[in-house]
């Protein structure tokens, strides 16, 4: 949880009354997946 809460506090989110702003891509590497497993878990166990 607390991994998850440093990688959300180094990526902030823009204000909830702008719309989202598209994310330049960038390939996904190692860590991509692993984090979308840590927060699918996270969010499952919420």
Excluded: T
């Excluded at 989110?13 to 991509?32: N, Q």
Aim: hydrophobic fraction near 35%.
């Amino acid at each position: 949880a607390a991994l998850h809460r440093s990688l959300a506090a180094g990526a902030p989110r823009p204000p909830a009354h702008l719309p989202p702003v598209p994310r330049p891509r960038r390939p996904r590497g190692a860590g991509a997946c692993a984090r979308a497993r840590l927060l699918r878990r996270d969010r499952g166990g919420l």
